[in-house]
């Protein structure tokens, strides 16, 4: 659908970004302070969001889906392309094993693009069945361990600086294996593996309460990732994957939480209805996304530079699987939902946001993040847009879809197996 500033052509968008800049000015708002910070946001997409995935009942293909991590680059060269905040692509490993991980660097490169996170695969082998670093037998943690330790250098050649941990460790029924025991495996592979970090690599450990194990996973939540992370030391980051909580979790005080211990690593951002859905991020619960953004905005404009510092450093990755929606655009629309949460973000009044927090005005506190929530951000975005370059600055996914990109690669890359869960 066309949206109102496409519909009224490019005068408009400039007359709306006019009127909202004296707007937010007349607020008080530092305008292009807003915007640099805007244009700085760097959103990570993930090289398997670009791949044919499904659910456990069915994976529907669809055309023109890259074929190996070289076409997966050229799709993600197309999301930075019309928003201009994409620069990285995380890559997943055996997924995106190739014999020269320097050649799919150059690719990379020569696209605009660099290789970002490296995500080892503990989970895919069948040896891998009762787990793979809280495994009971050694000689499975150890392969376990030998393949995180290849994706270090892997990350080393392609310039990644996370090595990004998720682990399908669990069990399915009380009595299976000893929690302690599975907890100390936990503490010597992890260690082994941080050992062998550079310096300037951080790892990131994901959590996650369910899902494949059904009754215990060994790194359920963010309190037992945040004490491994303490225990191996300060390389060792949370990474908080939007659809790994419980219904009711406030998940914006578990990113202020993270963010005051300086362990807050990174997102895997996506959204979800009911448990680890990776829909696009901001299609449920945009208010969700925006609260999250607050606290980091906070955190940045903090009078404490450890907190700032840490902050800026958060890796704004997505990890989302479009099962049924065509990849491209999802991932677009995607990056647009974040950038719009980062934006409404950045104009609440923190300020007023603290004298009305510090004199108990309640309803008066929530009113201006509610103020800022409401406000209409699209001309100021599209104003971003247009400062970065990309070509259609008001309408980024309207414009793509009208580039007749889809129906080149369905073309193109008729022959041959389409990437996908393998
Ligand atoms: C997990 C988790 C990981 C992702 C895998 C494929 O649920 O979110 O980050 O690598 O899925
Ligand atoms: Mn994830
Ligand atoms: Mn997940």
């Known amino acids: 659908m066309a949206s109102s500033l496409t519909r009224n052509g490019k005068d408009t968008a400039k007359e709306q970004y006019r009127v ?32 044919n995935s499904g659910t456990r009942f069915r994976v529907f293909g669809q055309p023109g889906v890259p074929r190996n991590p070289f076409e997966k680059f050229e799709d993600a060269a197309q999301v930075h392309r019309y928003t201009g905040i994409c620069p990285s692509v995380a890559i997943h490993i055996p997924w995106d094993k190739v014999d020269d991980f320097g050649a799919l660097r150059q690719h990379a490169e020569r696209l605009g693009l660099r290789i970002g996170a490296i995500n080892p695969n503990v989970f895919q082998d069948e040896d891998y069945k009762l787990g793979s670093m809280c495994h ?14 290849e994706c270090i250098e892997i990350a080393k050649t392609t310039g990644s600086s996370i090595l990004s941990l998720w682990f399908a460790d669990g069990t399915n029924y009380p009595g299976q294996d000893d929690f302690r025991e599975r ?36 790194l359920f939540d963010w309190g037992i990732s945040l004490l491994m992370c303490q225990k191996l030391g300060p390389q060792a980051q949370v990474l908080v994957d939007l659809g790994h909580h419980l219904q009711g979790t406030n998940v914006e005080q578990i990113v202020a939480t993270l963010l005051d ?14 448990a680890d859905d990776d829909l696009i991020v901001g299609s449920i619960n945009p208010y969700q996304l925006f609260l999250i953004f607050c606290e980091l905005v906070a955190a940045e404009q903090s009078s404490d530079a450890t907190r700032r510092a840490g902050a800026q450093a958060v890796a704004y990755m997505l990890d989302q699987s479009h099962n049924i929606e065509r990849k491209i655009p999802a991932m677009i ?21 603290r ?6 005005d309640i309803v008066g506190a929530n009113s201006l993040l509610v103020e800022a929530y409401e406000t209409d951000v699209r001309p100021l975005l599209a104003q971003v847009r247009e400062e970065l370059g990309c070509p259609a600055p008001a309408d980024p996914l309207g414009a793509f879809l009208a580039s007749g990109y889809l129906e080149r690669i369905a073309e193109a890359r008729k022959e041959g197996v389409a990437a996908g869960w393998g």
């Open 183 to 218: 907890k100390h495996r936990m503490e010597e592979v992890l260690g082994e593996v941080y050992r062998a970090l550079p310096p300037g690599m951080r790892m990131m450990l994901e959590y996650k309460p369910f899902e494949p194990a059904f009754y215990a996973t060994d």
């Open 136 to 149: 009971p037998d050694a000689r499975v943690r150890r392969k376990a361990t030998d393949h995180m330790l």
């Open 20 to 51: 909202l800049a004296d707007t937010l000015a007349a607020r008080g708002i530092d305008v292009e302070a807003v915007k640099d910070r805007l244009k700085r946001q760097a959103v990570e997409t993930p090289s398997w969001g670009y791949g």
């Open 261 to 274: 211990e300086g362990r807050l690593g990174g997102f895997h951002f996506n959204d979800r209805k009911y």
């Open 355 to 360: 004298e009305r927090q510090q004199a108990g």
């Open 333 to 353: 629309r995607s990056v647009l939902n974040v950038h719009t949460a980062l934006a409404k973000a950045l104009l609440v009044d923190r300020a007023a946001l």
